[in-house]
């Protein structure tokens, strides 16, 4: 079945550092990719997509491109800030449906 | 606009309980689907619902069950509740359940 594969966490980061967060996946055809955002105490939010290879998707400074070859979907934001300390979740929907299927998490940690 | 909601936000069973929770969707959206967070694991995928018919199932036991109402909202039920349904139970909107899906804040259920 599909799944998807994250870089383990916490990712302690200084402010204004370089981020990546590394997503691989495993599905039987061509599915979209998505990265979620969990702040602490709240629900997921969508930050980003991609639905076809070499896609690129970006928000409020992160960005990931649909790597159909690799089967990737990295996360990769060039400064990061204090306020993006969170959980961030890759995901992939397949099938024509919306379902999702998560990653564990990665948790970044970002101090000033 | 309100965004999903779902109540109540945290909820304390025993063990062999029966558990009921709610979900109200974006004003618009006829599609609802439920999620399971285990702490430390990203979000698993439990039921869709599209016009008060279910779309999709998760692989979880007959224990979950859940409907949706002409009015859109939606209720998860779980019976004969066990330690390990401890969890973040995340309800997500869309409008047709293809398009892309907002999550509500959740309903923390802790079993003891």
């Known amino acids: 079945g599909d799944s998807v594969t994250q870089m383990e966490g916490p990712v302690t980061l200084s402010e204004e550092a370089f981020l990546t967060i590394n997503c691989t996946y495993t599905?039987?055809?061509?599915?979209?990719l998505f990265w979620y955002v969990q702040y602490p105490g709240e629900g997921l939010q969508l930050l980003l997509k991609?639905?076809?290879?070499?896609d690129k998707g970006s928000n409020k400074g992160f960005e990931a491109t649909y790597r159909k070859e690799t089967t990737s979907f990295h996360l990769e934001k060039g400064s990061v800030q204090v306020s993006d300390s969170a959980v961030y979740f890759c995901?992939?929907?397949?099938?024509?449906?919306?379902?999702?299927?998560f990653g564990k998490g990665t948790m970044l940690l970002v101090s000033p | 606009d309100a965004g999903v909601t779902q109540s109540p936000t945290h909820l304390i069973k025993t063990r062999g309980q029966h558990v009921t929770l709610r979900c109200s969707p974006i004003s618009g959206h006829k599609s609802v689907s439920w999620y399971q967070q285990v702490l430390g694991q990203g979000p698993q995928f439990i039921f869709q619902?599209?016009?008060?018919?279910?779309?999709g199932r998760g692989n979880f036991p007959d224990r979950f069950s859940a409907r949706q109402f002409p009015n859109y909202s939606s209720e998860l039920n779980v019976n004969a509740l066990l330690l390990g349904d401890s969890a973040l139970y995340l309800c997500a909107s869309s409008f047709d359940g293809y398009n892309e899906q907002f999550f509500g804040p959740g309903t923390r259920l802790t079993v003891l």
């Open positions: 995901a992939l929907s397949e099938g024509g449906y919306s379902t999702l299927t």
């Open positions: 599905a039987t055809g061509y599915p979209s």
């Open positions: 619902y599209y016009e008060k018919e279910e779309r």
């Open positions: 991609a639905t076809k290879a070499d």
